[in-house]
């Protein structure tokens, strides 16, 4: 069963507009760390955020924002405003306690800010 | 400035060959990692190190081989064994412990003709 799932594979809004990318995942662990990572056009995998399953509060980092509701089993990333430069592939991952640290990942989404 | 590297950038070879890529670090982190990326998937793990000397299979491992002699690098090989070896290689590290987030090198591009 994927662990990890982002079911929006690709996503294009024009330049300003907000987008919400969805990300449900499945574990047993009471504790766990969810992770959201941006893959610009270089490839390069860029850390976004952490957060840990015992803190559902929501985080807010500029245009950036998260809603993690453990109900749902969902961790979703909502950018506002969006700008050209958002475009690229957004990674959502999961750690569990039980295997030893290793990141799974979901297999992205692919948004495309168009100017 | 701290960093992953991972060279080459770029690298061909034919179908048979054996291949290594690289990746040093300079964070000063115990635990290092190598995932593969297809078109359209996420990254999924071949091999992770989480001390010197000393290394475990992650999901995709058949067809690759790694070291870790040294704490700061971690080489992938990628074996004739390999049945699809065409893809983009990242690395990683993390230091161990309270599920940190890793840090990621800027990948290598491996084609094999």
């Known amino acids: 069963a994927q662990k990890v799932t982002q079911a929006q594979t690709e996503i294009s809004v024009v330049e300003k507009e907000d987008v919400t990318l969805d990300c449900v995942y499945e574990?047993?662990?009471?504790?766990?760390?969810l992770f959201w990572y941006k893959q610009p056009p270089s490839g390069e995998l860029v850390f976004l955020i952490r957060?840990?399953?015992?803190?559902?509060q929501n985080e807010i980092s500029g245009r950036y924002s998260w809603n993690f509701q453990k109900s749902t089993s969902s961790f979703n990333f909502t950018i506002t405003a969006s700008q050209v430069v958002d475009s690229a592939v957004y990674f959502c991952?999961?750690?569990?306690?039980?295997?030893?640290?290793?990141?799974?990942f979901g297999k992205g989404t692919r948004l495309h800010i168009l100017p | 400035d701290g960093g992953i590297t991972q060279s080459p950038k770029y690298l061909f070879r034919k179908e048979g060959q054996n291949v290594t890529l690289s990746c040093e670090q300079n964070?000063?982190?115990?635990?290092m990692y190598w995932y593969r990326q297809d078109p359209g998937q996420g990254l999924r793990l071949i091999y992770y190190?989480?001390?010197?000397?000393?290394?475990q299979k992650g999901d995709i491992a058949e067809g690759y081989s790694v070291s870790r002699e040294k704490k700061e690098s971690f080489p992938l090989t990628v074996t004739s064994a390999q049945k699809n070896p065409t893809a983009f290689y990242l690395c990683?590290?993390?230091?161990?412990?309270?599920?940190?987030?890793?840090?990621f090198g800027p990948g290598t591009r491996l084609t094999v003709l």
């Open positions: 991952a999961l750690s569990e306690a039980s295997r030893d640290d290793k990141i799974i």
């Open positions: 574990t047993r662990d009471t504790t766990y760390y």
């Open positions: 964070l000063n982190h115990d635990a």
């Open positions: 990683a590290s993390t230091a161990t412990g309270s599920y940190n987030e890793q840090f």
């Open positions: 957060r840990n399953s015992f803190d559902e």
């Open positions: 190190s989480q001390i010197v000397n000393d290394f």
